[in-house]
């Protein structure tokens, strides 16, 4: 059976760690920021791991 092909778009929006965690950014940070609130906004900075089956499907997609 031919190897998987890696999805280009998950290679862009997500990071596999050196532990094999998978990290990507918080969603809602593309338009209509003005009515957010400072905090929220500093909030949208930070990196979200995921875990469960979100994770093992979008290893699969990289092929991790």
Do not use: Y
């Not at 778009?9 to 009515?35: E, L």
């Not at 905090?39 to 499907?57: C, H, N, Q, S, Y």
Request: aromatic share 4%.
């Amino acid at each position: 059976m031919p190897k998987l092909k890696t999805k280009g778009s998950c290679k862009n929006r997500f990071k596999v760690t050196k532990n094999g965690k998978v990290k990507c950014s918080k969603p809602g940070k593309g338009h209509q920021r003005a009515i957010h609130s400072g905090k929220d906004k500093r909030a949208l900075r930070e990196k979200i791991v995921l875990t469960g089956t979100w994770a093992k499907l979008v290893k699969k997609m990289l092929g991790v």
